[in-house]
C-alpha cells in the first residue's frame, strides 16, 4: 500500500471517535500535541497520518533521520519533525524531544536477540516521556513469554516488550497498551515465497490449520491509538489487542489463489527444519532461529493473546480494518519480496 493509499484510509477512518480526549497543555490551534517515537515504522507512521488525518491533534514525529523519504513525506502532511540519536543513554534528547507533548506513543524497534537492549530502550523511552510531562503514554507491547510459558519457549522480543510495560505500570503516569497479532507484512518481506515449477510455494511459519491472529500495521494501528487519545481515561490502564483477521495458513494460501489466480501451496516453516530449509540465511544467527521457533511454538501451544483479551475490539472500533483477502486486493501483492511501506 502506498503512502496515498495509507493518507486516504486514515482520513476516512479519523472520525472513530468524537470524544474531547486529552487536554492541550500548550495553546496552539487549542490542540494537544502527541509525541510519536520511531515514527517512519509501520506502527508509527499508521499513528501519525491517523492523528494528523482527525484533524483533533498535532503530532511531533521523532525519527532519527529527517531527510528520509518517509519523514519527510509526514512532514508533508503537517508532522513536526524531531530527530533523536537512536539506542541506549540519549535520556536529555529524549526528554527535549518529549517536551510539551500531551500524550505519547512508544514501541521499540525488534533488537537481535544477542544484544538485549529492547527492555532498557523501553524504560529510557518511559522515563524520558515522564520527566517531559506527558499526561498520557501509550506503547506498543506483547505477551510475557517467559512468565507464561516459564522459561520453556524462547521470545525474547515479546518478553522485553512485557517488560517494559510492566515498567511503565510502575510510573505516576496515566498508560495505555496496544497489542498487536502477526503482521501480514511478514511474508512480503521476511518469509517470501517462492516459485518452482510454476507454482508459488508459500513456507507459513505455522502449522496449516491452527488459525492465528494477524493485521496490518499500517492501517490498523493508527485507529486504535486515535481512539485511545481520544479517551484516556476510559482506557488508562488498558491492554487492547489490535487485530484484522483470524486465520490459518490453508485459509491464507487458498485466499491468495482466489484473489490473485496464481497458484499456490503451503509449506511448512513452523518446525525448525521447515524454516531452515525455506529460509537458509537465517541459520546465520543462531539465537534468532531460537526465538522465531519459539515464538511461533508458544502461539500455538498457548496462543498468541492470553485468553482475557477481547478479540473483537479493534475490529468493531475499526470497520475498515483489513482482513487477509481485503490486504491482499488493497496491496496487489502477488508473492514478491517487497520493503515495507508499499
Known amino acids: 500500500m502506498t ?6 484510509r486514515a482520513a476516512r477512518n479519523a472520525g472513530a471517535s468524537t470524544a474531547p480526549g486529552l487536554r492541550a497543555t500548550t495553546p496552539a490551534n ?5 509525541a510519536v517515537y520511531g515514527a517512519t515504522s509501520k506502527q508509527g507512521r499508521s499513528v501519525v497520518v491517523t492523528l ?15 531527510d528520509s523519504r518517509e519523514a ?28 510539551g507533548a500531551d500524550g505519547v506513543y512508544l514501541m521499540t524497534p525488534q533488537s537481535n536477540p544477542q544484544d538485549d537492549v529492547e527492555y532498557a530502550l523501553g524504560k529510557q523511552l ?16 506483547l505477551e510475557d513469554v517467559e512468565k507464561i510459558t516459564d522459561g520453556k519457549k524462547p521470545a525474547p522480543h515479546f518478553t522485553s516488550k512485557a517488560r517494559v510495560a510492566d515498567y511503565i505500570r510502575s510510573l505516576a503516569v496515566s498508560h495505555s497498551f496496544v497489542m498487536l497479532a502477526f503482521f501480514y507484512t511478514n511474508f512480503l518481506e521476511y518469509y517470501v515465497p517462492r516459485m518452482e515449477g510454476g507454482k508459488l510455494l508459500m513456507p507459513i511459519y505455522l502449522p496449516e490449520d491452527f488459525r492465528a491472529p494477524f ?23 488498558a491492554t487492547l489487542p489490535v487485530v484484522g483477521d483470524i486465520i490459518s495458513p490453508r485459509e491464507m494460501v487458498e485466499t491468495f489463489q482466489r484473489v490473485t489466480g496464481i497458484e499456490a501451496e503451503y509449506r511448512n516453516a513452523y518446525s525448525r527444519e521447515g524454516l531452515l530449509h525455506y529460509f537458509p540465511d537465517f541459520a546465520a544467527n543462531e539465537l534468532l532461529v531460537d ?16 485468553a482475557d483479551h477481547d478479540l473483537e475490539w479493534s475490529r468493531r472500533l475499526n470497520q475498515a480494518s483489513l482482513s487477509w483477502e481485503q490486504f491482499l486486493r488493497a496491496t496487489r501483492w502477488r508473492g514478491e519480496k517487497l520493503p515495507f511501506g508499499i
Open 3 to 8: 503512502m496515498g493509499q495509507l493518507d486516504e
Open 30 to 34: 487549542g490542540k494537544p500535541l502527541i
Open 52 to 66: 494528523l488525518g482527525s484533524g483533533r491533534f498535532r503530532v511531533r514525529a521523532l525519527t532519527r533521520n529527517r
Open 72 to 99: 519527510q513525506s509526514l512532514e508533508k502532511l503537517g508532522a513536526e519533525i524531531a530527530t533523536v540519536p537512536p539506542g541506549l543513554g540519549h535520556h536529555k534528547e529524549l526528554v527535549t524531544a518529549f517536551t
Open 126 to 141: 518511559a522515563d524520558a516521556a515522564v520527566d517531559a510531562g506527558a499526561s498520557h503514554i501509550v506503547f506498543s507491547t
Open 215 to 237: 493485521v496490518d500495521p499500517l492501517t490498523a494501528t493508527g485507529p486504535a491509538v486515535l481512539e485511545i487519545f481520544s479517551n484516556p481515561d476510559r482506557y488508562n490502564g
Open 291 to 306: 526465538e522465531l521457533v519459539g515464538m511461533v511454538e508458544y502461539a500455538v501451544e498457548y496462543g498468541y493473546f492470553a
